[in-house]
């Protein structure tokens, strides 16, 4: 069980990461997509450090998990508040505009990355 000072740690860590990878990629980032990094880095560091799955499998679930919370997010900021975060329309494979299977297989591999960062941390947390 992971105190609840390591997800705090994993949700502000997610919030921060995920806001400077959309700015530079795209410029800005909204406040919602802040959280929203925040709420699947959580997840990324829960399931790296608690589970015995494979990196693979790890990385799967972490990419079914964020597309899942795009789609809600997508759903909630886009059509109902119509905030106009994003729009996926043109990809290809796309629901509602709010997903699409690029940006899933991108978030697949992104998941690489953060189960790596999800145990550098556990392992600094874990240290003191």
């Known amino acids: 069980m992971k105190k609840s000072g390591e997800i705090i740690y994993a949700f502000l860590f997610g919030c921060f990461l995920y806001s400077l990878i959309e700015i530079a990629a795209r410029g ?7 959280l929203t990094g925040g709420i699947c880095f959580s997840y990324i560091y829960h399931i790296t450090n608690g589970s015995k799955m494979s990196l693979v499998r790890k990385c799967a679930a972490g990419a079914v998990f964020i597309t ?20 996926y329309s043109d990809m290809p494979a796309n629901i509602l505009g709010q997903i699409c299977l690029p940006f899933s297989l991108l978030w697949f591999l992104l998941c690489f990355a953060g189960c790596f960062l999800s145990r550098v941390i556990n392992k600094k947390l874990t240290a003191q």
């Open 28 to 34: 800005f980032t909204h406040w919602s997509m802040t």
């Open 68 to 87: 899942s919370v795009e789609f809600l997010v997508g759903i909630y900021d886009n059509i109902i508040m119509k905030w106009n975060v994003w729009d």
